[in-house]
């Protein structure tokens, strides 16, 4: 049913497993999925007693190319500054896992995968995914690799999400969580900025209402813009000022036109005409619409500390300065929730004017906090290394 | 050549002045202009000796529509809780003058206008305008109206640079001045959510290079695009939770589509879908990029005070708390910039969660702010009131 996973030093490319073809698998929304198909990378090597495993969730337009050359984009991996051999998420003692999300197209199932019922991209007709389906999903992998207790879950931004949805359902599969410039729910600000994203996609001609791959057309345009609107949100002013200021392209002044004058204006365009050379239009309607939709605390009678009463997951909740998108005081809602829920929890604010992307920098302090955190842990765990 | 302007009480409706056609208007770019349109509305009695006269200036998507009912939407004028018989602009005692800025859509000559050497709109042919085009236009109008000093000029956003672009361009024309909720430069971040509302714009097919008149087409979902993005950047993200948090449109409960599940997001469309009502798509491209040249210190030697050297105007610069587009920090180096120039400059921060709105709104403190400093400046100007 699966490929070989790594337990090899070198990564595994391309690893898949199917699920839901014999236990069905019901989705928040209602509706059955199966059978469905999870993608995921693994780095370094799991231990004897499968007890070095960290599982890494990625945000809205990650995907499971950690720290490996991303196969469409020739660029290193998004958190390739983190994990690898001596790293922060050292893979010379960890086995680090990341699972490409349901909903998502990378090869896991999502809107540009063939549904099985018409042969065609599913498109729209692929039910609305939520994070709470896309961890009970990458549980079944954990399984299906024979790992009963994850050492540690951590992610930033909607993968920080994950590992707050994974403490909550899964607490004893949980040895400790790191979740990074996050919240327990979206706030109408995030909602607002995700729904202007979904609406220039669906703005595009070509999206088609949604049938753009069976039409061989793409809404270039509208996720050009979706993209360009949300990568504002992924930087401080500051760091804005800092890269760019008011600075112009050309030294030979202004143009008095509607190109590109300003180097920030460059900049984006760039973002915008990048993205949609690694993204479905429709997965980041799927993904963006799962962030929106959680709200850990609902599931729990609308109290985020319900959601980890006595807990044996030791947390680490980090969150940057400048993150406007997530900001600390979100990130420190949770800590508060998990303070009333008596639960294990260092929080740390990282001075950072890097804005939310700082998660995905080699900032010295994130650094040092991750790897103080995870060696504590290792101790506590009883994990020895080489 | 003009219509007669508000000499009587009742506020005389669709007053326009015609420029250009005998002295030539050169625009900042070097082309020159001309013949064009202003058009303006006016309020209240000019009096005797002309020294009662206020001028706002409007915002990006504002109008010279101040304080009635608008043509387009039968809405209240945008500035109507500020501007009236006995409100903060006393219109029984001042005479209020607002002007549609060059290159806007509601009678001055924009790129909707008909350019006369081709018979057709002007659309991108229309020279870029800059804040100094605009405000030298609106001098010619003042002019025109007999009104050899302006007792004072104010306005919120772009609004606010005008008024800074006025008294640095015109100090002996102008008694006293209020920029509000402003800035002296566009910054980075400015102009990054100005360009993805134009490349919203630009990205809609029925955009048709911006021939759409001449086509018989409207790039309608660009520009609510566009609109939905920058009223994000209105509103604060405190307001938006009050105004809306998470709330559903249903009370049934989330639908699993992509519908607008969320108050906010109706909220958001249909601050889209009205605004195509009534404003051009160029317009919204050509105003967006006069405020992204905008830099005053860029015309006096890159040092904002020289802007202001030895200026006779006094000034009252007021930002609010939770504005995030123009933060304090941008209103306060424009004090800053005064202060080094020996200005008489006042300066308040307004408390308000409502984001950059907050100055279309009745704040007490606002409101009383406003007319203490109006009050003020009446006494040194020697206006005596009935």
Same mark, same amino acid.
């Given at each position: 049913?699966?490929?070989?996973?790594?337990?090899?030093?070198?990564?595994?490319? +391309?690893?898949?497993?199917?699920?839901?073809?014999?236990?069905?698998?019901?989705?928040?929304?209602?509706?059955?999925?199966?059978?469905?198909?999870?993608?995921?990378?693994? !780095?370094?090597?799991?231990?004897?007693?499968?007890?070095?495993?960290?599982?890494?969730?990625?945000?809205?337009?990650?995907?499971?190319?950690?720290?490996?050359?991303?196969?469409? &984009?020739?660029?290193? +991996?998004?958190?390739?500054?983190?994990?690898?051999?001596?790293?922060?998420?050292?893979?010379?003692?960890?086995?680090?896992?990341?699972?490409?999300?349901?909903?998502?197209? *990378?090869?896991? &199932?999502?809107?540009?995968?063939?549904?099985?019922?018409?042969?065609?991209?599913?498109?729209?007709?692929?039910?609305?995914?939520?994070?709470?389906?896309?961890?009970?999903?990458?549980?079944?992998?954990?399984?299906?690799?024979?790992?009963?207790?994850?050492?540690?879950?951590?992610?930033?931004?909607?993968?920080?999400?994950?590992?707050?949805?994974?403490?909550?359902?899964?607490?004893?599969?949980?040895?400790?969580?790191?979740?990074?410039?996050?919240?327990?729910?979206? &706030?109408?600000?995030?909602?607002?900025?995700?729904?202007?994203?979904?609406?220039?996609?669906?703005?595009?001609?070509?999206?088609?209402?949604?049938?753009?791959?069976?039409?061989?057309?793409?809404?270039?345009?509208?996720?050009?813009?979706?993209?360009? &609107?949300?990568?504002?949100?992924?930087?401080?002013?500051?760091?804005?000022?800092?890269?760019?200021?008011?600075?112009?392209?050309?030294?030979?002044?202004?143009?008095?036109?509607?190109?590109?004058?300003?180097?920030?204006?460059? !900049?984006?365009?760039?973002?915008?005409?990048?993205?949609?050379?690694?993204?479905?239009?429709?997965?980041?309607?799927?993904?963006?619409?799962? *962030?929106?939709?959680?709200?850990?605390?609902?599931?729990?009678?609308?109290?985020?500390?319900?959601?980890?009463?006595?807990?044996?997951?030791?947390?680490?909740?980090?969150?940057?300065?400048?993150?406007?998108?997530?900001?600390?005081?979100?990130?420190?809602?949770?800590?508060?929730?998990?303070?009333?829920?008596?639960?294990?929890?260092?929080?740390?604010?990282?001075?950072?004017?890097?804005?939310?992307?700082?998660?995905?920098?080699?900032?010295?302090?994130?650094?040092?906090?991750?790897? +103080?955190?995870?060696? +504590?842990?290792?101790?506590?765990?009883?994990?020895?290394?080489?």
């Amino acid at each position: 049913m699966t490929e070989p996973v790594g337990t090899a030093d070198a990564p595994q490319a +391309g690893s898949t497993a199917d699920f839901g073809r014999e236990a069905p698998f019901m989705l928040d929304c209602g509706v059955e999925l199966g059978p469905f198909t999870l993608a995921y990378q693994t !780095y370094g090597r799991l231990n004897a007693d499968k007890s070095n495993a960290i599982l890494v969730c990625h945000a809205l337009t990650g995907d499971q190319f950690v720290a490996e050359t991303h196969p469409v &984009t020739g660029k290193p +991996g998004w958190w390739s500054l983190m994990v690898g051999p001596g790293l922060a998420l050292d893979t010379d003692r960890y086995f680090v896992i990341c699972i490409n999300v349901l909903g998502g197209c *990378m090869g896991t &199932t999502g809107p540009k995968s063939i549904n099985p019922a018409s042969g065609e991209p599913w498109a729209l007709d692929l039910p609305v995914i939520t994070l709470g389906d896309m961890v009970r999903a990458q549980k079944l992998l954990i399984d299906h690799l024979g790992i009963d207790k994850l050492f540690c879950v951590t992610g930033g931004s909607m993968g920080g999400m994950q590992v707050l949805q994974w403490a909550a359902s899964y607490p004893e599969k949980v040895f400790a969580a790191i979740p990074i410039a996050t919240a327990a729910r979206h &706030t109408a600000q995030n909602i607002a900025f995700h729904e202007v994203g979904r609406q220039a996609i669906m703005a595009d001609l070509d999206w088609c209402g949604g049938r753009y791959l069976a039409e061989g057309r793409n809404p270039d345009r509208g996720l050009a813009v979706a993209r360009m &609107t949300a990568h504002i949100t992924y930087l401080s002013e500051p760091a804005l000022h800092r890269k760019f200021g008011r600075r112009l392209q050309d030294r030979k002044g202004l143009t008095f036109g509607f190109d590109a004058d300003f180097q920030v204006e460059s !900049y984006l365009r760039h973002q915008g005409a990048s993205f949609v050379q690694r993204f479905d239009a429709n997965s980041y309607l799927y993904i963006t619409r799962a *962030m929106d939709y959680f709200d850990l605390a609902e599931e729990f009678g609308g109290k985020l500390a319900n959601a980890f009463r006595s807990t044996p997951v030791r947390f680490c909740v980090i969150s940057f300065s400048s993150d406007w998108l997530f900001p600390t005081a979100e990130n420190r809602d949770v800590v508060h929730a998990l303070n009333a829920a008596a639960a294990d929890v260092s929080f740390v604010e990282i001075e950072s004017d890097a804005g939310h992307d700082a998660f995905l920098l080699d900032e010295p302090e994130f650094r040092d906090t991750l790897c +103080g955190f995870l060696n +504590g842990c290792a101790e506590h765990r009883g994990l020895s290394f080489p």
